[in-house]
């Protein structure tokens, strides 16, 4: 009897695979996916259309949005192989390559992936930083006028976000992820609304009059004609990457509970995700499009598209920075896993690397402390906060690793693995079809690793080291 019990309490704790048991529904993945995609970004979509004009920006966010669609698909009927519903689960998205392609393409899926990941950990350091100096800015604006010198650093509240990060580090897993991702999709809905409500009081103000255009910014009087297709690029990829989460996909999918099946849960949550963030990006690009025509700046909120009311602006920005605290966690979370699964299984014995204590926190719960987990991910938070410092200009590097993982790991990996695993006849109707999309969106990948190559430079002759 007291074997039948252990095991009992064990089936309550575990799944049959031996892993934590999962209690992720279609709206916890949903949160997660809605975190991971809609970004600070959203607001500078109406930069992208003022580069592309109304007919080809709104083509290219519905199409990415379609395309995203398709492939998340894809990739949740690859969670578990060589069944969909009944196979082996896949943990991870390194797993699911592994299993299903082979070992070269791991390693190849590997380096794409973990290297965006730590680039976007980077980057929304430095982002989160930029929102914190906006707050700063909007009140020295509103008290000192508009054209007041209000330049302020943002070394110390990069500072300030990676202490906060050091602290959030210590969930232990992305099973427990779940309120934090919760509130930051709150937030994201927070500031784009912002943004999109500022765009209509603008719209809506008496003598409203911008120049906007079918095809964008106009050659010859905006901008040269090199100028124009180098942004081109860069909006084009701007909008493909805004879309992308694939990289963490195999992750938040591993988060939901093995009834109903795994695969459709995660496509009612892709499905979900990605309809919201359409319909905000929609908003967000055109609306703002309209609202500021093609001097459409960079950011709504950072980059003072809007200075009144300085409170709207200022409460923008901190649901921005509440967001990029949960989007680190997010993308940070498949990095800490990774690295203290092979220790575990490098140092079995060591109480350093396995052992948990528990600590009481009031008004918090039980805290499971582990002495590796808490040094390790300190250091991580440390390293990706001085890289964001010695760096500022390390959002165009950002761009620069969108642009080379986004097609292997969102587009080449997802239809490898379907045609495959699905066993889908060479030269088929499908088969062509799945190829012919591999091919554009490696020249999307391509047009746009240029541009954002171009914008690395142009910010390196214009950036300031602190050092």
Known sequence: MAVQSSLSIDSVKYDDDGHIKRTGTWVTASAHIVTAVIGSGVLSLAWAVAQLGWIAGSFILILFSLITLLTSFLLADCYRYPDPIHGTRNHTYMEMVKNILGGVQYKLCGLAQYTNLVGCTIGYTLTGSISMVAISKSNCFHKKGHLADCNISNFTFMAIFGSFQILLSQIPDFHELSWLSIVAAIMSFGYASIGIGLSIAKIAERGHHVETGLTGLIVGVDETGMQKLWNTFQAIGNIAFAYAFSMVIAEIQDTIKSSPPENKVMKKSAFTGILITTFFYALCGLLGYEAFGNKAPGNFLTGFGFYEPFW?????????????????????????????????????????????????????????????????????????????????????????????????????????????????????????????????????????????????ITDLKTSTLPF
């Open 312 to 456: 709207l602006v200022d409460i923008g920005n901190l649901f921005i920075i509440i967001h990029l605290v949960g989007a680190y966690q997010v993308f940070a979370q498949p990095i800490f896993s990774i690295v203290e699964s092979w220790g575990n299984k490098r140092w079995p014995q060591s109480k350093f690397m396995t052992k948990e204590y528990h600590v009481n926190i009031p008004l918090v719960g039980i805290w499971r402390m582990n002495m590796f987990r808490l040094i390790w991910r300190t250091m991580y938070v440390i390293f990706t906060t001085v890289i964001a410092i010695i760096l500022p200009f390390f959002n165009s590097i950002v761009g620069l690793l969108g642009a080379i993982s986004f097609f292997p790991l969102t587009v080449y990996f997802p239809t490898e693995m379907y045609l495959k695993q699905a066993k889908v006849p060479k030269y088929s109707s499908i088969w062509i079809g799945m190829k012919l999309l591999s091919g554009f969106c490696l020249i999307v990948t391509l047009v746009a690793a240029v541009g954002s190559i171009v914008g690395i």
